[in-house]
């Protein structure tokens, strides 16, 4: 369960590398078309979009904690 935080995020940035490698659509992809013509604000959006897949996650990760091991308790 640990590892799954970290991971969304190593996805979420071969996500880019991926999709402009193999040419398919995505959120990568037009992170990687919005790079390339210099589109600043697609770019930040994309990315602040990114972000916020990455901290749900990571609260998902810490729920699931005290949901998974007795031991932990947030009270």
Do not use: C, H, K, W
Not at 6 to 20: C, H, P, Q, R
Not at 25 to 49: K, N, W
Not at 50 to 75: E, M, S
């Amino acid at each position: 369960v640990t590892y799954i935080g970290a991971d969304v995020g190593a996805l979420m940035g071969g996500a880019i590398v991926t999709e402009s490698v193999f040419n398919l659509p995505g959120l990568g992809r037009a992170v990687f078309d919005a790079v390339r013509s210099q589109e600043g604000a697609v770019v930040v959006g994309i990315v602040t979009l990114f972000v916020f897949f990455f901290i749900f996650f990571n609260l998902v990760v810490d729920v699931l904690y005290a949901v998974l091991d007795p031991r932990i308790r947030y009270d």
